[in-house]
C-alpha cells in the first residue's frame, strides 16, 4: 500500500486547508485509515480514524473542527480542517491499517502504512 499525501500549506489561524491521501496498491487490505500530526520537538500523534463500515474517532483536541472523510471510489482520504490554530502547526500523515478497526491501538502503536507527510503551517 502506497499513501501520498497533498494539500498542506501555509495558513493565517482561523482559516481552512483540505489535506487528501491518494492511496493505491493492494488497497484492498485495507480496513481503516486515519491521520496522525507531529509538530517539531513533539512525539507523533493520533488524532483520527475512520473505518470501512464508517466508523469515525476524533482527538479531543480537533473534534468539532477537523472531518475525515473518503472517497472509495477514488481511493482516497481528506481531512478538512477548519478553526485552524497556530498549535495545528505540524507534519500531517496519513495511515492505513489492515487490521481491524481500533481506535486504542491506532493511538498506542499506530498503523501498518505511512505517507511521508504534508507540512501544515498556522500563522497567528
Known amino acids: 500500500v502506497q499513501l501520498v499525501e497533498s494539500g498542506g500549506g501555509l495558513v493565517q489561524a482561523g482559516g481552512s486547508l483540505r489535506l487528501s491521501c491518494a492511496a493505491s496498491?493492494?488497497?484492498?487490505?485495507?480496513?481503516?485509515m486515519g491521520w496522525y500530526r507531529q509538530a517539531p520537538g513533539q512525539e507523533r500523534e493520533f488524532f483520527t480514524a475512520i473505518s470501512n463500515d464508517g466508523r469515525i474517532r476524533y482527538a479531543d483536541f480537533v473534534k468539532g473542527r477537523f472531518t475525515i472523510f473518503r472517497d472509495n471510489a477514488k481511493n482516497t482520504l481528506y481531512l478538512q480542517m477548519n478553526s485552524l490554530k497556530p498549535e495545528d502547526t505540524a507534519m500531517y500523515y496519513c495511515a492505513a491499517s489492515n487490521r481491524d478497526y481500533d481506535p486504542v491501538r491506532f493511538y498506542y502503536s499506530g498503523m501498518d502504512y505511512w505517507g511521508k507527510g504534508t507540512q501544515v503551517t498556522v500563522s497567528s
Open positions: 496498491g493492494s488497497i484492498f487490505s485495507i480496513n481503516a
